[in-house]
């Protein structure tokens, strides 16, 4: 008998429908507001809706472990109790109304849930100590090889543990009607036991799943998005001048060969990390910071937007003590919710299989200019992006990119030909629209 090589699909899992076109938006719930709480929060959720926010995720609600705690309030990955509210956000009440919000308006919302371990002096800890992992001496250690002095590590090879985590998570979605879930350092945490979980949950209600990771196989069973920190890396190292768009190529080949077509990788500028560790969207991408937001929306990916972001926050967020976001109006906001609309209405820039694949179109300058083509039998763009610091008068090869279109964020009319030559600032972009 002959094998069988018959294609089979890697993705076996359903995305809910109305992840389709989402963006995601990641409220750090202490700094969001001066309260710091749900109820603070949930007042601020028509100006979300407003900004063009799909799904809101909230860092891990959880009441925080005293024991080897980080600065003064102690960081939420650090959880004592799975089932607990952490009181200085509210009340199980509070967390439930804001769910109901926001699904009021539209809106979606996931829970940060930190399964790969908990705090020192956690329930589980005080209860099961045999659900840990220990070091050569025997005792409670940290993740290998990383500062997290404030947590513990569970260990899954025990049947106990893996149950237990699984009602824990069950249980918000049951008792609070929550959307899903981002899961912290997924990778750090058995794929078989994600696999199973999803199913868990997808019999509750059809969930979303972000997984705090980089990797194929989490895509299978278990995850709808996946982090691109690889995309994070590649365009930080253009807006520092040290790699070229040909970085890109590799990031977009790896993309669209390596990984399935049906699913979502999450694109970013800042997140709860890099905002603490390594510094804000400015600090970070400088003059490049709105060019890269715009790749972030119109490439194949799902746009982020940290809390604080949209205001053009200039400092970065303490991330063991109360450090309130300065709210205003800001460019970067604007041009968000001028990408998101976009992003909904053109259906090219949809998520997963309801979107297109992008086409690259060769450029006269191709280490300086990216330039791409998503279309489907409906929509059609063509971006051009200038990643360099030298003033670029690019012209296009092929004929994919011909015809008439508005260049979307100046609204102006363009005929496009094998003529055509685009002049680009530094830094500068284009998204043409048909």
């Known amino acids: 008998m002959s094998p069988d090589y018959t294609p089979t699909p890697l993705v076996k899992l359903t995305h809910p429908e109305w992840s389709k076109n989402a963006v995601i938006y990641q409220i750090n719930t202490r700094q969001f507001t001066p309260d710091g709480t749900f109820k603070a929060a949930e007042s601020r959720l028509p100006r979300l809706k407003d900004l063009g926010a799909d799904i809101l995720w ?13 600065g003064t309030l102690g960081s939420p990955y650090a959880v004592k109790d799975y089932y607990s509210v952490n009181p200085e956000f509210g009340r199980l009440a509070d967390l439930k109304h804001f769910v109901q919000a926001a699904h009021e308006l539209g809106m979606y919302v996931i829970l940060d849930f930190v399964p790969n371990h908990t705090a020192w002096d956690s329930v589980l800890a005080g209860e099961h100590p045999d659900w840990f992992s220990r070091n050569w001496k025997g005792d409670f250690h940290p993740t290998p090889w990383w500062d997290w002095s404030d947590i513990i ?12 985590v699984s009602a824990a998570m069950q249980y ?18 058995p794929t078989d036991f994600w696999n199973v979980l999803r199913k868990e949950l997808d019999a509750i209600k059809p969930v979303f799943m972000l997984a705090e990771w ?22 930080l190292n253009i807006a520092k001048g040290e790699w070229d768009v040909s970085h890109l ?3 977009y080949s790896w993309n669209e060969k390596a990984y399935p077509f049906d699913i979502m990788r999450m694109l970013f500028v800042s997140n709860h990390d890099k905002n603490a560790w390594n510094g804000t969207q400015f600090e970070q991408f400088g003059d490049t910071t709105e060019a890269v937001i715009a790749l972030s929306v119109v490439s194949e990916g799902v746009p982020l937007v940290y809390n604080s972001q949209e205001a053009g926050e200039p400092k970065r967020l303490s991330f063991f003590e109360k450090d309130p976001i300065e709210w205003k109006e800001h460019p970067i906001g604007a041009l968000y919710k001028k990408l998101f609309a976009l992003k909904k209405k053109n259906t090219a820039l949809w998520n997963a299989h309801w979107g297109a694949r992008m086409i690259h179109v060769p450029n006269s300058a191709p280490l300086k200019v990216f330039s791409f083509v998503r279309q489907n039998e409906k929509d059609k763009i063509f971006a051009v992006f200038n990643f360099s610091t030298e003033l670029q008068n690019v012209t296009f090869e092929e004929s994919l990119f011909h015809g008439r279109y508005t260049e979307y964020i100046s609204g102006q009319p363009a005929e496009l030909s094998a003529a055509s030559k685009i002049e680009l600032q530094p830094w500068d972009y284009r998204i043409f629209v048909k």
């Open 58 to 70: 909230l860092m891990p609600i959880h009441e925080i472990g005293q024991k080897n705690r980080k």
């Open 153 to 164: 590590d569970l260990d899954y090879s025990k049947l106990e543990v893996r149950e237990y």
């Open 172 to 189: 918000w979605v049951r008792e609070t009607d929550i959307d899903g879930y981002r899961c912290d350092v997924a990778g750090f945490v």
């Open 214 to 235: 980089e990797a194929r196989d989490l895509h299978a069973e278990a995850f709808d998005m996946t982090y691109a920190w690889t995309w994070y890396d590649t365009m």
């Open 249 to 251: 190529f590799i990031y």
